[in-house]
């Protein structure tokens, strides 16, 4: 689907790897995970139109024009940075809506995706600094919160995950 939209390869190649990160979260986290994967795989199929804040917005609406669940489409939705409160939204200039992850299945995937930068499985700090670095200090400490919260349903730090699955994991898996 990520290609039929006109997804680069690289993009591609993103929501895989953040398809691999939480497949690993899901080893100790309970959640729906056909929902979990179906999000993780599509979060980023807006980027075929937009690069910018709006791709979760069109993300959103392109699965629910193809008739995919209204839970699939609120992944999609919610899966910027930790969640987006309404200043935010105001500030980012965004269609007025709920873009706070608040199920399981929400959370997992908008922080396996805070956990890959590019293709490469990295810490939670390196996403929390590059939202500093942008003056988002809300957005990082939202993201300290949720990676806190899951790592914590996890059973350990998240930021062991870029050494249980490498920090470029092998993702044939996801070819079957």
């Known amino acids: ?5 006109g997804c680069r390869e690289r993009v ?3 929501c895989c790897t953040v398809a691999a990160v939480a497949e690993e979260m899901l080893k100790n986290i309970k959640a729906d995970r056909p929902l979990v994967m179906a999000g993780s795989l599509l979060h980023d199929i807006g980027r075929s139109v937009d690069n910018g804040i709006l791709h979760a917005v069109i993300g959103g609406e392109m699965v ?4 995919f669940s209204s839970d699939l489409v609120n992944i ?15 500030d980012l200039g965004l269609p007025p809506g709920d873009y706070m992850p608040r199920t399981i299945e929400e959370k997992v995937v908008a922080h396996a995706d805070n956990l890959v930068s590019d293709n490469r499985v990295v810490g939670h700090r390196h996403s929390a600094e590059r939202l ?7 957005g990082a400490a939202r993201m300290e919160s949720l990676h806190w919260e899951l790592s914590k349903l996890y059973g350990m ?19 079957h």
């Open 12 to 14: 591609v190649v993103h």
């Open 76 to 90: 999609i939705r919610k899966h910027t940075g930790a969640g987006l409160d309404d200043i935010d939204v105001e």
């Open 132 to 138: 500093r670095d942008k003056g988002a200090f809300r």
């Open 157 to 175: 730090d998240l930021d062991i995950i870029p050494e249980e699955i490498g920090e470029y994991p092998d993702l044939r898996w996801l070819s």
């Open 64 to 67: 629910e024009k193809k008739g």
């Open 1 to 5: 689907m990520l290609r039929e939209a």
